[in-house]
């Protein structure tokens, strides 16, 4: 007869409520600080809907009213070296961590705000309101609110999208040695998606200091919870990936304070990721000042109920009722809060000069400068003042026939070996003897603790770089099995780690360094083929390199080690088996940003190319009897360090140009080039710029077709003969 055994989790989950007991045992100065961070959180969220309801908030204005006991309750548990991380409904939770940290003592409700709460709050609401002043100058606005020093490490508008990140800040708490943890804060839209769940499973796998923090607030815009998931209970993920979970009233902010007070101990003593699971309510709809029910997805007996508990008051309540408060000062509490926020509002606007009473405008002086919109898209360079840099014309140590896949490994283990802020992150760097193409050898072997294979989580383990790179204490090195596991990875790729530094004001670094292959003409077919340098240099804030020979490899990726820039690293497999040029002893050098290396000379035309596509142009060339040709291998691709010198010098001469890669026509790298060529150039061009790519189909596993959808010499020979009329 068949038998049956009930499995149960192998950590506790647990529903937590906090008794009268409870709150009779609270210290009197933390429910007091309790209590005047809802209210001042709480008045300025209804500063933000007024400023906005007369058009001052350009954007959305994702208020947090009714969910203030989670933010503050959990927040009061934490520290300044902590870090938390939220999404797009994050200002009670930024609040909350900066009051944190700017009145570590607490706030007593009974006397005026100090000038540090006043400034917070001040340069809180400048920030939403787009202006100058604000944390990121209002680049961030509403939903991307960062303020390290506090240790608010970045409010997000891509649900999910900040998980992975706080993963990467626990990591780093982590290698530290420091018993920090992360907080991250998501909703009941969240808790479903690929990124959030890849990083439970990474973050239990290497025990990591984090805590994923559910604010249940039973709607994902419109949509109910109990219609998006069958298991309503959202913290019962966690046990499922074997994290220690807890499920709590989240309008009771005493409860949700010993709830987190245990789950911060839980990580601080080394047990790994914990789950909080926060029951509550957004009093408003998504965006704006009116309630669910003006849209038919709630009824107004559903919202009357969760207002009848609403955390304040049940704060308010218990303060009166042990004589902490008397009930004239818990209404003085309100009313000195909504007299800052009114104060501080009135600072950054004035009446509109003949306009009905009552109206206001932002003051013209708190707008940025128009001319900042682009400035900190990367980084100055000033990272490389100092810098041992040497080209090949001025390298002085010894060189030699070097197996490029040997170049590859031999600088990650001499920087790793100098650098213990390496960490390398992958599947399978860890083993194979170097990961599936020996780019790693060694490395583990030398350095077990920083070179870590990963699950299969490109989201997640892409996102904990990011995060790493954000906290700036670690240097991560990403490898993507295939370029074409960017498109899984993307949002953080694009939305996160390529866009930070800018979104968050242009004065941050983001040290992260991405390798990736491509796969061309290795039989892997069409999801393992791509070039993404186009791609790639159409995204703000990424630096390309692009090296085509065991030297360039070298100095190349000590550069990009260096830079405090994010920087893929494009490796082809075709040149993973060549031998070619490079250091025999000397692995130090840097090779300088935007930097091109001109392969060949000659006056007949200029031949733009990088990375393997550089060998199939000079073998075509070596066909073509009486053609000479400058071949200009760019090395740096991105728009920013792209060697103008050397491209605009050639096309001056040559008065022709053809641009060879093998990647296919759709995500061309050459088409942006090709453009921005024929407008720098136009006066020295006799004809367009001629191109040669690959076909418009990614390329198949079938050897032929797979052929006949890349480039290689024979495409470039056809094209130049076509070019030169020959």
């Known amino acids: 007869m068949t038998e049956r055994t009930t499995l149960r989790p192998a950590v506790d989950w647990v529903e937590l409520t906090a008794t009268d007991t409870d709150w009779d045992a609270a210290a009197p100065s933390l429910l007091t600080t309790m209590f005047s961070q809802q209210v001042l959180i709480r008045a300025f969220e209804h500063c933000v809907l007024q400023l906005a309801a007369e058009g001052l908030v350009h954007g959305p204005a994702h208020s947090s009213v009714g969910q203030e006991g989670g933010a503050v309750g959990s927040v009061l548990a934490l520290r300044s070296t902590d870090t938390v991380n939220g999404s797009h409904r994050g200002h009670h939770q930024f609040l909350a961590k900066a009051l944190g940290h700017v009145a570590p003592g607490g706030i007593d409700p009974t006397v005026p705000f100090d000038a540090e709460v006043r400034a917070l709050a001040l340069r809180t609401l400048r920030e939403i309101c787009g202006l100058d002043r604000g944390f990121a100058h209002g680049r961030g606005g509403s939903m991307h609110l960062q303020w390290k020093e506090a240790g608010a490490i970045g409010t997000n508008a891509i649900v999910g999208g900040g998980v992975p990140l706080a993963a990467g800040s626990a990591f780093a708490h982590q290698r530290a040695g420091t018993d920090a943890v992360a907080v991250t804060y998501f909703g009941d839209g969240a808790v479903n998606i690929g990124s959030t769940l890849e990083t439970f499973n990474l973050a239990a796998a290497w025990s990591l200091p984090i805590c994923f923090f559910i604010e249940n607030n039973q709607y994902a815009v419109s949509t109910a919870v109990a219609e998006a998931t069958a298991e309503p209970r959202l913290s019962g993920r966690g046990p499922g990936f074997g994290i220690r979970s807890w499920r709590v009233d989240g309008m009771d902010p005493l409860a949700v304070h010993l709830a987190t007070l245990e789950a911060v101990a839980h990580m601080r003593a080394g047990g790994g990721p914990t789950v909080i699971e926060a029951d509550l309510y957004r009093y408003y709809h998504q965006n704006g000042a009116l309630p669910g029910s003006a849209f038919r997805y709630r009824s107004k007996e559903e919202e009357q109920q969760w207002r009848a508990r609403d955390p304040i008051d049940r704060t308010a309540g218990h303060l009166i009722r042990r004589g902490i408060l008397h009930p004239a000062q818990v209404d003085e509490a309100y009313a000195r809060a909504d007299a800052l926020l009114a104060e501080i509002a009135a600072e950054i606007t004035e009446p509109v000069a003949g306009g009905k009473p009552g109206t206001r405008r932002i003051r013209p002086a708190e707008w940025p400068d128009p001319a900042f919109a682009d400035v900190g898209v990367r980084g100055d360079l000033s990272e490389f003042d100092g810098a041992y840099v040497a080209d090949r014309d001025t390298f002085t140590g010894g060189v030699g026939q070097v197996k490029f896949i040997n170049a590859v490994a031999g600088v990650m283990a001499r920087r790793m070996a100098e650098d213990d802020s390496i960490v390398i992150l992958g599947e399978d760097v860890h083993r194979l003897n170097g990961g599936t193409n020996g780019a790693t050898r060694g490395l583990a072997e030398a350095h077990p603790d920083r070179v870590l294979g990963t699950p299969i989580s490109e989201n997640a383990f892409v996102g904990l770089g990011g995060g790493m790179a954000l906290d700036g204490r670690l240097k991560p090195v990403v490898e993507l099995m295939y370029a074409d596991f960017m498109w899984v990875a993307a949002d953080q790729l694009f939305n996160q780690i390529g866009k930070a530094r800018h979104m968050f004001g242009g004065a941050g670094s983001v040290p992260f360094v991405l390798r990736s292959k491509v796969a061309m003409g290795t039989g892997y ?37 260096r830079c405090a ?8 497999v075709d040149l993973y088996g060549s031998t070619g040029e490079g250091p025999l002893d000397d692995l130090d050098y840097h090779l300088p940003v935007g930097k091109a290396a001109l392969r060949r000379t000659g006056d007949d035309l200029t ?19 009486g053609v000479a ?11 920013a360090s792209l060697d103008w010198d050397t491209v605009g010098e050639s096309i001056r001469r040559t008065n022709r140009v053809l641009i060879a890669e093998q990647g296919a026509r759709g995500t061309s790298y050459g088409g942006w080039l090709a453009d921005e060529i024929q407008r720098r150039y136009f006066d020295w061009l006799d004809e367009p710029v001629h191109r040669v790519t690959g076909g418009e189909a990614s390329p198949s596993i079938s050897r032929v077709l797979e052929r006949a959808a890349i480039a290689q010499s024979a495409e470039v020979v056809t094209a130049v003969k076509n070019l030169l009329g020959s």
């Open 629 to 639: 040709a400058d071949v200009i291998d760019l090395r740096w691709l991105d728009r």
């Open 607 to 625: 031949i733009i190319t990088y990375l393997a596509m550089t060998r199939y142009v000079l073998d075509a060339l070596d066909t073509l009897d």
């Open 565 to 572: 820039d994010p920087v893929v690293v494009l490796e082809h």
């Open 525 to 561: 077919g069409s999801q393992h083929s791509m070039d993404p340098a186009g791609v790639f240099a159409t995204q703000p804030g990424w630096r390309i390199v692009a090296p085509s020979t065991p030297y360039d490899y070298v100095g190349l990726m000590n550069s990009a080690l």
